[in-house]
Every structure is written in structure tokens, then in C-alpha cells.
């Protein structure tokens, strides 16, 4: 599974993991694929240069990269305590009635709320870049499309290709118009923040729109005969990230998220504001269904959401309160239905892309 691309950044498989865990994003390295470590959830740069740390003893010398949240426009000034106090008391009564109503316990005294996410802030995001940049990552991708034009010369200056994801043809335009080297085309289908746009018509538009950049498709994309018809359209390569959330390297904290996740079928996941206050795919659940309700107060626009449920969202998964409990994930979690190591996932990949290619080559009648 090579293409030019892959070849660029001396991996054996066209296949980028986006993951939040790093032995998942060290792994999928080691099995011959490009591991992105996710940097949202790292509010102190010591915790990240930390765990790149431990990636760099474990990638085997192999390539990786890191994702990051950073608006295109710099936000400066602007502290988590202000937006804080952005956050409407009827919002807040909300997020405790419905807690409230599913039993959901408090969390002990002094105990700390977990993960908020804060990656988008202009100062988070710099502090994550400031460490990444003492490392020899080999990409960076932006999951809120072109960064600072800044950020992207600070990369170039170090050798280090630039990524954005897009959700339609007009997107990607304005990415490789600001020096994006490869264009990550996100489809409906995908987990976490997505478009409106199914992946089998994106891939195409944006391979044709941003022509000669190359392509990653996303969305969707969770065997070898999907991986092929990715290329097919035109990628150089695809981006997956849910296939990993059901790893054994993968660290979600939660038997009871495991169990959903591999009994969930492709049609229980939504397209929901209710994690971040931008349209996510994320597992179906009573927390999606109270957000989404029109009689409800409805979910706030983005960072103000993420901070007011963060507490919520760490209660939930601490107690295991299965009605509540979800995660970002695409439609392509029909599909996990079992825990399997990253090198068994590539391994089924690999296989899965050679009996593709063999049934085409034999529908166009080559030996």
C-alpha cells in the first residue's frame, strides 16, 4: 500500500492513524503505517514532551506526527476564565438536572475534572507546538484547517510537512492556497468533527481541486477494500482514526466504552454538537439525545460547550454510566467488533487491499 506520498515520508503503508493514545500512534509506526498523536487533550506541555518522549523510545526509529486544534485566525488575550464566564447559568442547570436524572455520582473531593479542552486556545496550541518542535515529528496536521500562516513557516523552516482537514472542495482551495502540503479530505462518515459531505464523492472533488497537493482520505475507511477505493478515487493515502479505539494498545479507561463500541453497528452514531459545540459524529447515546432535543436549551457554540461539559463528561466515564457514556467515533465502528492489536489491524488491512486489487485486476482481465 504505497503511493508517492508514503514513499516521501519513508513508510511502508499509505495508512496516517490519528489517535489520542501514543502506544496506539507508536505502534501503528512500527507496523509500517505513519502514527499522528492527537495534542488536544495536553493542557501542560510537560505532560506532552513526556509522552513524545516515550514515543521516541517505542517508534523504532520509524516516522510519526502530531495533531493539533488551532484556529487560523490568532485569538490572543483571551483566558479559559473568560470564556468561562461566557457560559449561560440555564446551560449549566441543564448539564446538573440531566446528570442529576441519570444518578450520575459527583466526583470525589480535591478530585481533578479530567481532560477540558482548552487545545483550541491560541496560547495551548503555541505552548503544544513549542515542544512538538524539539522533536523529530515529521508532520503536522491542524483538525481546524489551515493554521496560522506563522505556524505553517515554522514547520517548513524545520522540514516539517503541513496537513489540514477538509470538509468540502472549497475548503481544500483555501488550505492549499495557504501552503498546506497535504489535504486531509474528511467525510460524513468520520468520528469527530466532520462535514457534510460522504467520503466517496469528497475524495474525488478535492483530489481534482487541489491538484497536484496530495490527498489522504478520511471517513468511513476501515478495511483493505477501502483503502483501495480510496486510492482509487485519487488519494495518496487515508487517515484513520476510530478502527484504533478498540486496540488492545488503545487506553480508554472504560470496559463499559469498550463493550459499546464493539456491540455498536454503523447506524448509532450522530452528528451531534453535544461534546464540543461543533458538529462531531460520536456514539449515539441519552447524553447526544438530551443536547439534541429541541426543547432543550441546545449546545453552545465552540469552546464554550467543551468547557461546560467537561466535568459532566468526566463524571460519566469515571462512574461508567452507560446511558450517558460515548466517545467520538465514526460510522465505521460496525465494524469493530472485536479487540485486536494495531499489527492485527494492519495485517487485515494489507489483506484486505491485496483481494481488491487482485478482483480488479481480474474484472479488467490482467493476469
Known amino acids: 500500500m504505497q503511493t508517492e506520498l508514503s514513499k516521501r515520508l519513508g513508510v511502508e503503508h499509505a495508512v496516517f492513524g490519528f489517535t489520542p493514545f501514543p502506544a496506539v500512534a507508536a505502534a501503528i509506526s512500527r507496523a509500517g503505517g505513519f502514527g499522528v498523536l492527537g495534542a488536544v487533550r495536553y493542557t501542560a506541555p510537560e505532560d506532552l514532551a513526556r ?5 521516541q523510545d517505542h517508534v523504532d526509529g520509524r516516522p510519526y506526527g502530531l495533531d493539533v486544534v ?3 485566525k490568532k485569538v490572543e488575550g483571551v483566558s479559559e476564565a473568560d470564556v468561562e464566564a461566557m457560559i449561560p447559568e440555564g446551560h449549566r442547570q441543564f448539564v446538573k438536572d440531566t446528570l442529576a436524572r441519570h444518578g450520575v455520582p459527583e466526583l470525589a473531593a480535591g478530585e481533578a475534572a479530567g481532560w477540558r479542552i482548552t487545545g483550541w486556545m491560541e496560547q495551548v496550541a503555541r505552548g503544544q507546538l513549542d515542544v512538538a518542535f ?39 482551495r483555501k488550505h492549499a492556497e495557504g501552503g498546506i502540503d497535504i489535504v486531509v479530505a474528511q467525510g ?5 468533527h466532520t462535514g457534510e459531505i460522504a467520503s ?3 475524495t474525488p472533488e478535492v483530489t481534482e481541486a487541489v491538484a497536484p497537493l496530495p490527498v489522504l482520505a478520511a471517513g468511513g475507511i476501515g478495511c483493505g477494500e477501502q483503502v483501495a477505493a ?8 487515508v487517515w484513520l482514526g476510530s478502527v484504533w479505539l478498540t486496540t488492545t494498545e488503545a487506553d480508554l479507561h472504560s470496559p463499559a466504552l469498550t463493550r459499546k463500541l464493539l456491540a455498536a453497528g454503523s447506524g448509532d452514531t450522530v452528528r451531534s454538537r453535544a461534546l464540543t459545540g461543533k458538529p462531531a459524529r460520536q456514539l449515539r447515546t441519552a447524553w447526544t439525545d438530551a443536547w439534541d432535543d429541541p426543547a432543550g436549551p441546545g ?16 463524571r460519566i466515564q469515571k462512574h461508567e454510566v452507560e446511558p450517558l457514556l460515548g ?19 494492519f495485517d487485515d488491512l494489507t489483506s484486505g487491499f491485496e483481494r481488491a486489487v487482485a478482483r480488479l485486476n481480474r474484472i479488467a482481465g490482467r493476469p
Open 51 to 55: 509522552d513524545l518522549d516515550w514515543m
Open 70 to 72: 488551532m484556529p487560523a
Open 134 to 172: 524539539d522533536y523529530p515529528i515529521k508532520l503536522l496536521a491542524n483538525a481546524l484547517g489551515s493554521p496560522p500562516a506563522d505556524v505553517v513557516a515554522r514547520a517548513h523552516e524545520r522540514g516539517v510537512l503541513v496537513a489540514a482537514l477538509a470538509g468540502s472542495a472549497r475548503h481544500a
Open 188 to 192: 460524513y462518515e468520520a468520528g469527530g
Open 200 to 202: 466517496m464523492v469528497l
Open 230 to 237: 480510496a486510492l482509487a478515487l485519487g488519494a495518496q493515502g
Open 299 to 314: 449546545a453552545l457554540p465552540m469552546p464554550l460547550q467543551g468547557l461546560l461539559v467537561a466535568e459532566a463528561v468526566s
Open 327 to 345: 466517545t467520538p467515533v465514526g460510522q465505521i465502528v460496525g465494524r469493530m467488533t472485536s479487540e485486536r492489536s494495531v499489527q492485527a489491524v
